[in-house]
Structures are given as C-alpha cells and as structure tokens.
C-alpha cells in the first residue's frame, strides 16, 4: 500500500504544474493500480516534461529565419556515386574491420504498427509479396548473417567468432508481439543471444489511476538504449559503433560496412546516409546547418527560396542532402547524450487523443476531423546532431539504398508494390553485373537470398545462366 504521503508529496507537486486533475478518482482503483500509477508518476521528470512543453509551444518555437540557415561545406560530405573505387573499397574493408573484430551493433526502429499497410501486427512483420514470402525482419536478419561471414572471410577468423548484436526498438504496441515473432521464427539464424529489445518511451487520462502513453517519436531511442542498461552493457561488451536504421526500408544495408567504415575514418560522432533529392519540393527533410550547427530541416520547415536554390558549379540543389533515417553513432557520443538531453527540443504534433473524462466517468474519443484536443511532443533521432562537432554525411543511390513502406497497396509510391519492384530490380542488377540473362516472367520475379549475397558480391556462379520464370536464388 502506497503512503499517503508520498502520494501528497506528488499532488502537490503535479498541482504547481496545473496537473492535479490526474489525481481524481484514485478511490476507484485498486492498490495494485494505485501502486503502479504512483510509480509512473515518480518515473516522469515532470519539472523538464513542462519546461520542454512550454518551449515548445511558445509563438517562436521552430521559427526558421533563412539567413541563420547554411548548406554543407563540400568538406562536410562525400558520395558513393561519384567517389572513386579506392576510396570506395577503403570505406568498405575499414567497415568489414570494425565488424570483424565485434565492435558493430545495429539498431532497427521497430516501434510502428502496419496500420497504413491495412495490418495491425508490428510493421516488421509485414512481408510485400517477394518470391520468398520473406518479412522485413527476416530479410534484416539474414543479411546480418551474410555481413558476419563476409566480414570473417576479409579479417580470416572463424566465422563464429563474429557477432553483430542486433536491437530492436519497440513501443508498448508492438514489444510482445514483436519478441513472439522472433521466437516463433527462431531469430531467422541468429543467435537469440545477439537479439535484445527495448522500448521507446508522454499527460491525458486514460482511466482512473492510469496515464494515457504514447512513444515520443523516434527521438525515443536514447533514452531507450540508457534506461535499459544496454549501452552501457554493449560498451562493455566492445561495442563502439552503431547503425540505427528504420524497419520499413526494403533495401536497408544493415550494419553497413561502407557508412561504418566512412564514418571511422572520418572520426564522426555520429553520421547520416542522405541521397539527392528528386526535386526541389520532395517531402524529405535535408541535413544542412542552422546557426553553424548541424541540422535536419523538414520539408515543411525549409522556406520555399532556399528549397528551389541552385549551386550554380554543378547546377543541383544546394540544399540536396535528403535524410532517409539511417545513421551513425559512436558510443561515446551516445553516452554523452545524457548530458545535454533536457536541451533538446521537442516538436510539435497536435492530435486528436481519446482521454478519460472524470466528470462523466468515462473515455470520451474525439470524431474523426474533429478539432485536436491534444499535443504529443516528439523528438527524432536527428535532434542530436546540433550538439555533434564532427557529423559524417555520405551521399548513397537511391535505387540501392532507400525504398520506404508507408502507404497501403495500391496507393502508388512508398507502398508494398513499389517496394517489391525496387527490390526485384536491385536483385537483377547484381544478376546481370554478374553475367546473367535475366528476361520474361523473371524481370518481375527475381528474388537473391540475403544468405546468398549481401549487395552483390559473390555471384560469380550466376555467369552465362539464364533466367526466364520466376526465381529465387537461395543457394550457391
């Protein structure tokens, strides 16, 4: 039973914030309730929740003035498609190295649901019609597999000695359906040893003695990995690098040697896979600068003057760094995140939130287009790089990098449909570099195992053959 008290001491303190309406109906619970709700409310630094709310909201929070905003230096940036081979190849053995010798971890942003896709499992299970019937997280978790032996047959180790410890960030929504998942698939190969889960994780009602919660958007990853103990038990472990990607790319490169690699070599605290953009108004945020610090700028945020500007040395965009949400983190600059994290500002969402009305004693669930009824504060996991004196940004094709799943089938773009054409046709490029025909049913029907080939390599044996019906190459 909870002291009266301590629970005093937290109504007072919630009421100089203007929050005592939380504490009504306690009488209605019961004190195994009443013990959690307590918890929940001690959990909450609500003293920084506030203040970051009121900053906020204020009339000038997120206000852009373009004079404070800057382009990157052509220093700050590289990019695989017109870097040279050399270069290429020491971005990618120096990759290979740091995976070799255990010191990579890859962390996949799982927190979503597949509702927009018309499914109510977590989004990494949804499968978009490959030959294979494969889902997200299998695909994942086989090329993983492939880069573990890739990276022991450069360094010349047993295979087995290498490990890339695979987190996967889930929300309350998606957390067991998610470990069932891999459970039941047993860890598509990996050893259940390498696969570790942790929550994202803000003041409505949802009944009595029960706070209504939501993740705080993708920005929820730091905290996440400090409040789980993981950091800290992966450094300790020897790991020093991270790959954060989102669930939904199709063509992820996980654990990517070559953004590993770059971003070593640069000494980068963290870093930030970008493409061109396809036109001046493409709803991608862009990395640039504001006030000298680093910066990704949303797509609704950019003003339109800035977004159509031209470089006129090489007649594109000045502003042509799209994000794509894959990243790079040192662990050390992770940690120090702790440091500087209740500077971090929080963005804006105003929603439409079901909450418990206590006057009537019951959950009240706002019409659909009704006016909004309440804010959700949201960081990303960019946020950070305005506190990042040494980011690495590697400009990468889209065609063998990013292709996104948001929409439902059907809809057109970033969908299940255009997921799988994007990956069919990155599956036939590497068939054909490697000399074979691939034609009729095939060109939409060609699938290469993640266990076969990571990005391309090793498919010598597919020289001089012919494809012509639908394939999966799923063996040497």
């Known amino acids: 039973m909870v002291p009266e008290s301590r629970i005093e001491s937290l109504r007072k303190l919630y009421s100089s ?11 209605n619970i019961s004190s195994s309730e009443l013990d959690e709700f307590i918890a929940d409310l001690e959990s909450i630094d609500i003293e920084n929740l506030m203040n970051s709310f009121d900053r906020a909201t204020r009339e000038d929070s997120g206000v852009i003035v373009p004079s404070d905003i800057q382009p990157l230096d052509d220093s700050e940036f590289d990019s695989e498609i017109s870097c040279t081979p050399e270069k290429l190849k020491s971005w990618y053995n120096e990759g290979l190295n740091r995976i070799a010798a255990n010191e990579v971890a890859t962390i996949v942003m799982a927190g979503g649901q597949g509702t927009r896709l018309g499914s109510s499992r977590p989004k990494g299970c949804y499968k978009i019609g490959i030959p294979s019937d494969k889902s997200l997280f299998q695909i994942q978790s086989e ?5 573990q032996k890739i990276a022991a047959d450069h360094a010349g180790v047993d295979p087995s000695t290498v490990r890339i410890v695979s987190l996967v960030m889930t929300s309350l929504a998606t957390r067991s359906e998610t470990e069932e998942f891999f459970r039941e698939n047993n860890y598509f190969g990996l050893d ?11 003041l409505i009602l949802q009944n009595y003695g029960k706070l209504s919660k939501s993740p705080d958007g993708n920005g929820g990853i730091y905290h996440g990995l400090v409040s789980s103990n993981l950091l800290k038990e992966l450094k300790n472990d020897g790991v020093k690098y991270f790959h954060a990607y989102s669930v939904d790319n199709i063509l992820v490169r996980v654990a990517d040697p070559w953004l590993i690699g770059y971003s070593v070599l640069r000494n980068a605290e963290s870093g930030a896979l970008t493409l061109p953009k396809q036109s001046w108004n493409e709803k991608v945020g862009v990395v640039c600068k504001n006030k000298g610090k680093y910066q990704v700028l949303e797509y609704s945020e950019i003003p339109e003057e800035l977004a159509k500007k031209i470089n006129p040395e090489t007649n594109s965009l000045y502003y042509n760094h799209a994000n794509i949400c894959n990243h790079f983190f040192h662990v050390d600059f992770l940690e120090k995140i702790e440091s500087f994290k209740n500077e971090l500002d929080y963005h804006v969402a105003k929603k439409s939130i079901p909450y418990f009305d206590t006057s009537v004693g019951k959950t009240i669930t706002p019409p659909k287009g009704g006016k909004t009824n309440g804010i959700k504060l949201e960081r990303f996991i960019f946020d950070v790089f305005a506190f990042c004196k040494n980011l690495s940004v590697l400009n990468v094709d889209r065609s063998v990098s990013f292709s996104p799943l948001k929409n439902p089938p059907g809809s057109g773009s970033d969908c299940p449909e255009t ?38 390599e090793g498919l010598e044996f597919l020289k001089n053959r012919i494809f012509v019906d639908e394939t999966i190459i799923d063996k040497q």
């Open 17 to 27: 914030y203007d929050q005592e309406h939380i504490f009504e109906g306690l009488e």
């Open 143 to 147: 090329r993983i597999l492939r880069l």
């Open 192 to 202: 259940p040893s390498q696969f570790k889960m942790f929550d994202q994780g803000k």
């Open 419 to 456: 997921s799988r054409a994007d990956l069919i046709n990155l599956h036939i490029r590497y068939a054909e570099a490697a000399g074979a025909v691939v034609e009729g049913n095939a060109r939409s029907s060609f699938e290469i195992s993640p266990l076969v080939s990571y990005a391309g």
